[in-house]
Nanobody
Framework: QVQLVESGGGLVQPGGSLRLSCAVS????????MGWYRQPPGKQRELVAH???????NYLESVKGRFTISRDNAKKTVYLQMNSLKPEDTAVYYC????????WGQGTQVTVSS
């Protein structure tokens, strides 16, 4: 059973930064495309960013230039560096393997508020 454990969320003021981490319990982690998703209150979950095995990245238009996804294959961890945070970034953030049947983790809450 693969586990995805997110951490690093919290309360931050607009303009602030957070770094999210996701630890993955899978030996072939380095071969996977990994994604960060978010679900704002009362809205559907959306893909924020993904990174392929070759470290190619793609971002949701609204976070381009502010968020950076990265991975450490030795630690089997994927990161999301979030800068210049806005109130509309408030959501529960999850990591997951795009288009896979894996169970979702518990997520980590990010709240951007003054």
């Amino acid at each position: 059973q693969v586990q995805l454990v997110e951490s690093g969320g919290g309360l931050v003021q607009p303009g602030g930064s957070l770094r999210l981490s996701c630890a993955v319990s899978r030996s072939d982690f380095s071969a996977w495309t990994m994604g960060w998703y978010r679900q704002p209150p009362g809205k559907q979950r959306e893909l924020v960013a993904h990174i392929t095995a070759s470290r190619s990245t793609n971002y949701l238009e609204s976070v381009k230039g502010r968020f950076t996804i990265s991975r450490d294959n030795a630690k089997k961890t994927v990161y999301l560096q979030m800068n210049s945070l806005k109130p509309e970034d408030t959501a529960v953030y999850y990591c997951h393997v795009p288009n896979s049947p894996l169970s979702w983790g518990q997520g980590t809450q990010v709240t951007v508020s003054s």
